[in-house]
């Protein structure tokens, strides 16, 4: 009978509140205790018949039975008005057996619940007892998740404590729900605490590692985040995108840059994390944070050719300048200005290419880059400065009314 379909429940439950057999009552509680499946198209007509007899069940056990199997199939069907009527009548019925009361009172909570009542969803709970008294889990989280929708959140947290008295973290789900409940309430101390006890019995689920990791940051414990990251890692967990970039700004957050560029490196290497301008200019930072400056440098060279920022490849060409590195610079500003340049970089590319030039001993060519870059805004007067810097030395030139030679703005 255990293992009787849905459908054949039903039947049984219309044929035994119409026909009134006296040996119906062996049926009673594992009708009642049916959790309710979803209806195959042969159980229909045994659900219109039923419905249509329903107000002439006298029977307590019969109408309980029938009441709670028609209000299951409403709440699947989502009409909720008629769920709650049905619940409201098998509970109604003298009788019931506590387990049965208990389990039909908290369906009709989640029923309140998921219409956003949940003061009657309290009500219809405070019929069992005190919530201190309450011994079924799922009942107390049930009535946890009212307390949480009405802004009740000490009342929340004093439920929480309760479940973690009552439940095992091997009751997974109940887990998973309660670490829900806590985070809703912003109660992050509660969530690691829950998750800390799923991980402890779970130390595979990758979910629960980068949950309680994200948890731990709400927390500010960074290093406590960096720490269950790494024993992740040691566990053989796999990480994604975020997860290694989030490793490798942890390393770098937490005093060890060096660190967080090897593995954001290697993940570049390997694919785990997309080749892109973004992720390079962040292994540019970290690099240049650990004081390796010649990596620094070349990731801040790929970060520009694969985005193709004229930002990137004139602060890669000061890089350079600070090294007095003049024709790697050269080379450079001249690689920017070959893809094309908008209005606004010009000013700024004539003068790191005058500087390069004058650096490289062509003074000429210096001029000629300063007198471009005067006549766009933003760099008049240090190019001005370096004009008259060349006059000094003899350099004779003259500043044309247009900008002129490799780095102009690019035609639209």
Same mark, same amino acid.
């Given at each position: 009978?255990?293992?009787?379909?849905?459908?054949?429940? &039903?039947?049984?439950?219309?044929?035994?509140?119409?026909?009134?057999?006296?040996?119906?009552?062996?049926?009673?509680?594992?009708?009642?205790?049916?959790?309710?499946?979803?209806?195959?198209?042969?159980?229909?007509?045994?659900?219109? @018949?039923?419905?249509?007899?329903?107000?002439?069940?006298?029977?307590?056990?019969?109408?309980?039975?029938?009441?709670?199997?028609?209000?299951?199939?409403?709440? $699947? $069907?989502?009409?909720?008005?008629?769920?709650?009527?049905?619940?409201?009548?098998?509970?109604?019925?003298?009788?019931? +057996?506590?387990?049965?009361?208990a389990d039909l009172r908290r369906e009709l909570a989640e029923v309140y619940l998921h219409?956003? $009542?949940?003061?009657?969803?309290? @009500?219809?709970? $405070?019929?069992?007892?005190?919530?201190?008294?309450?011994?079924?889990?799922?009942v107390l989280l049930t009535y946890g998740r009212a307390q949480s929708m009405l802004g009740n959140y000490l009342a929340v947290a004093d439920c929480l404590d309760r479940l973690l008295q009552l439940a095992s973290p091997e009751q997974q789900g109940l887990y998973q729900r309660m670490v829900v409940l806590a985070y809703g309430i912003q109660d992050y101390q509660r969530s690691a605490a829950i998750l800390e006890g799923l991980l402890e019995h779970f130390p595979g689920q990758a979910d629960y590692w980068f949950q309680l990791v994200s948890v731990l940051l709400k927390l500010g414990q960074h290093q406590s985040a960096l720490d269950y990251l790494l024993m992740a890692q040691w566990q053989g967990i796999t990480f994604s995108q975020q997860n290694i970039l989030l490793l490798a700004g942890l390393h770098a957050t937490q005093g060890n840059?060096? +660190?967080?560029?090897?593995? &954001?490196?290697?993940?570049l290497d390997t694919g785990v994390?997309?080749?892109?301008?973004?992720?390079?200019?962040?292994?540019?930072?970290?690099?240049?944070?650990?004081?390796?400056?010649?990596?620094?440098?070349?990731?801040?060279?790929?970060?520009?050719?694969?985005?193709?920022?004229?930002?990137?490849?004139?602060?890669?060409?000061q890089q350079l300048m600070e090294q007095a590195r003049w024709g790697e610079m050269n080379g450079v500003i001249r690689e920017l200005c070959q893809a094309g340049i908008g209005p606004r970089y010009v000013g700024r590319a004539n003068?790191?290419?005058?500087?390069?030039?004058?650096?490289?001993?062509?003074?000429?060519?210096?001029?000629?880059?300063?007198?471009?870059?005067?006549?766009?805004?933003?760099v008049n007067t240090q190019a001005g400065h370096w004009?008259?810097? &060349? @006059?000094s030395e003899g350099v004779q030139g003259r500043v044309a009314a247009s900008v002129s030679g490799p780095c102009q703005a690019a035609v639209p």
């Open positions: 009978m255990a293992r009787m379909g849905y459908g054949k429940v &039903l039947i049984i439950v219309v044929l035994l509140a119409l026909s009134g057999t006296a040996g119906a009552q062996q049926y009673r509680s594992k009708l009642l205790l049916n959790p309710g499946r979803a209806l195959s198209e042969s159980a229909a007509a045994s659900i219109d @018949e039923l419905e249509a007899r329903f107000a002439d069940i006298e029977q307590d056990y019969a109408r309980a039975s029938a009441g709670s199997q028609l209000a299951r199939h409403h709440v $699947q $069907q989502g009409n909720y008005e008629k769920a709650i009527a049905y619940y409201q009548s098998a509970l109604s019925t003298q009788g019931l +057996a506590p387990i049965v009361q219409t956003r $009542q949940p003061a009657q969803a309290l @009500e219809a709970l $405070q019929a069992l007892g005190s919530w201190e008294t309450f011994s079924d889990p799922d840059p060096y +660190a967080g560029a090897k593995v &954001l490196e290697q993940a994390v997309a080749e892109s301008g973004d992720h390079y200019r962040l292994l540019f930072e970290y690099w240049l944070q650990a004081r390796e400056r010649e990596r620094a440098l070349a990731a801040l060279a790929r970060a520009a050719r694969l985005s193709g920022d004229a930002e990137l490849f004139l602060y890669w060409a003068l790191m290419l005058g500087i390069s030039e004058y650096g490289l001993g062509k003074k000429a060519a210096a001029y000629r880059a300063f007198a471009n870059a005067t006549l766009s805004g933003g004009l008259t810097k &060349l @006059e």
